[in-house]
């Protein structure tokens, strides 16, 4: 499985779809770029969700609102005091700590974490110490000076040391490790093997709309008050910085939120409708993993869905159905996919509900999206800080709208019973991670073709042609020059429909030319030949069946375009 899932990344460097970021001069660690083929896959799964929820439909309009979000925004949502991981410094020193000593400690055949103490006594400190730091993550028993350490609890955010490479990391939702467990190495005698108690570590990138550098603030108001402590220089510090305060968003949806009045007035709307938005989002994550699956820069695919109370319960229950059959239209393997309702103790203060989609990646199920019902929790926050005219007034008895009344789920008692009727809607949110999709879908895509001559197996990328980055390759038989004319004319056909379409002229032969294309997933290669020269028809190859169909030319973009519509 691991093996497999390296041949797909170098297959994505080798052939356009990812780049490390600035690698030239050594890359930037949870940065990565999209090559040609990368971004062509990426905006596909855009287009077709953009279709889905926003061109199919009559109830949802498009926003594009900043990235750069003002301070008071995230305090009134909540993010500025709760969007938080935990966070464990080392204690240990440099001096005490000794990479040069430290064995990489893994698991050992039971799936425990084994840590030898010098003595009993130690061991026994030891434990009592990670157990008041830890418990009820990390269950530990005692064998003499062994400590083990086991069932790191997968739901509660991993804990880092940074400074002394000492690293925890979580089991995967099959109970197996995830990367290296610990490592390091503890000088006998120490009370505490490694680390401080966890403290909330806040994941927004915060920056600054100042002329004034926030260095030189920060050394001015460290001069000015030359005898006072930390903390009181500290708070100096936040109220000087604190005007020009702003955060990289940590999700699209605030900016929905605080536009919802204006979208209401301009596009003469009410509940029940959704303000569709895509853009990127920004994580100061304390763990980075599996390339772009977790990363501090990535793109969001936000629909805020707003409804009267009394019809929530059928919106969340529509959303998770109508997002999830969404991933499944593009799937190779549905079974690798799937929904997991969140119980209730993992879900965010105000949520009613929240169920993920999870695809099942090389090294276990991770989430790609999350269906929420925040309640009006985002709206009212607003309210309370601005004052904002967010509530629905009606002066007639509402009533249940089409949809809800077909399905029986409304809440008749949730009604205001008195006129004009005023309610602040309810939202059911999809949140879906663009760059984790990516993943997801060329995962369910990457087949290996076993070679029958002993050859080693071929990459086959079997994507929903809606997705594939490239529509159509055109393939001269030869490098003659008497196929030019018809070459371009198929590739210009096809080109003005849109269809990102290449022209394949290396001197390979012909099958290699197929299987280049089958290993970024081309659905069509079009052959032009000698036949072609007497009676205008070219063969159009089909990538999964290797079956090929005679046409004229000139039906070639129609062929592809109704495939296309299938
Ligand atoms: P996780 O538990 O995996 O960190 P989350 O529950 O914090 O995810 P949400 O806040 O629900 O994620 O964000 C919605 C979606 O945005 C996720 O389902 C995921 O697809 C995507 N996403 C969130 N954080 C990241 C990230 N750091 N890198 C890439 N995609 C992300």
Same mark, same amino acid.
């Given at each position: 499985m691991a093996q497999k899932f390296r041949s797909l990344l170098d297959l994505c460097r080798r052939r356009g779809f990812l780049y490390q970021s600035a690698e030239i001069y050594g890359g930037l660690r949870g940065a990565y770029d999209y090559g040609p083929l990368g971004v062509e896959l990426k905006k596909n799964i855009l287009n077709s969700w953009w279709r889905r929820h926003v061109y199919y439909r009559d109830d949802v309009v498009g926003l594009d609102t900043s990235i750069? $979000?003002?301070h008071p925004v995230l305090k009134a949502s909540g993010h500025v005091d709760e969007f938080t991981d935990l966070l464990v410094d080392c204690t240990l020193t440099k001096e005490r700590f000794r990479p040069d000593k430290a064995p990489a400690l893994t698991t050992d055949k039971n799936g425990h974490i084994p840590i030898t103490a010098p003595d009993k006594d130690t061991a026994l400190a030891w434990k009592k110490s990670i157990q008041e730091q830890f418990a009820p993550n990390v269950k530990i028993t005692l064998e003499g000076k062994r400590i083990l350490l086991h069932t790191l609890n997968i739901d509660q955010p991993d804990q880092r040391g940074?400074? %002394?490479k000492i690293v925890f990391e979580m089991l995967d939702q099959d109970k197996k490790p995830l990367e290296l467990a610990y490592h390091g190495y503890v000088e006998p005698n120490t009370n505490s093997p490694f680390l401080t108690d966890s403290r909330p570590f806040n994941l927004m990138f915060k920056t600054f709309l100042d002329p004034i550098d926030p260095i030189d603030r920060v050394i001015q108001t460290t001069i000015d008050h030359p005898n006072d402590s930390k903390p009181v220089i500290r708070e100096a510090v936040d109220d000087v910085l604190k005007p020009s305060t702003v955060y990289l968003? +940590?999700? $699209?949806a605030q900016g929905v939120f605080v536009n919802f009045e204006q979208v209401v007035r301009t596009m003469k709307t009410k509940p029940p409708f959704g303000i569709a938005q895509v853009g990127k989002s920004f994580r100061n994550e304390i763990r980075l993993e599996h390339g772009i699956f977790r990363t501090p820069e990535f793109e969001q695919l936000e629909l805020e869905y707003f409804v009267a109370p009394w019809e929530s319960k059928h919106y969340f229950k529509y959303w998770r159905k109508e997002r999830y059959d969404w991933w499944l239209e593009h799937a190779c393997h549905p079974e690798n996919f799937r929904q997991r309702d969140h119980a209730s103790d993992e879900m965010a203060h105000y949520a009613t509900g929240c169920t993920d989609v999870e695809y099942l990646y090389p090294w276990g199920w991770g989430e790609v999206e999350g269906v929420a019902h925040r309640g009006n929790y985002d709206l009212t926050q607003h309210i309370k800080n601005t %004052? *904002?005219?967010f509530e629905i007034v009606e002066d007639t008895p509402p009533v249940f709208s089409d949809a809800v009344k077909e399905s029986g789920?409304?809440? *008749?008692?949730?009604? +205001? $019973?008195?006129?004009p009727a005023k309610y602040v809607p309810h939202v059911v949110e999809s949140s879906c991670g663009l760059n984790r999709a990516m993943l997801a879908y060329l995962c369910d895509a990457f087949h290996q073709v076993e070679d029958s001559k002993g050859k080693p197996p071929r990459n086959v990328l079997k994507l929903d042609p809606r997705l594939a980055p490239i529509k159509c390759a055109i393939m001269p038989l030869t490098g003659k020059s008497e196929f030019n004319s018809l070459t371009q004319k198929v590739a210009k056909s096809l080109r003005r429909k849109g269809l990102f379409t290449v022209v394949e002229s290396q001197k390979l032969k012909i099958g290699k030319r197929y299987y280049r294309h089958d290993e970024v997933g081309t659905p069509w290669c079009v052959t032009v030949d000698y036949q072609s020269l007497e009676d205008d028809t070219v063969t159009i190859r089909d990538r999964d069946t290797g079956n090929q169909e005679r046409v004229h030319w000139k039906k070639v973009h129609q062929v592809i375009g109704n495939r296309l519509m299938e």
């Open positions: 750069l $979000t003002p940074q400074n %002394g968003r +940590p999700e $699209t %004052g *904002a005219n789920e409304g809440e *008749a008692d949730l009604i +205001p $019973t008195k006129l």
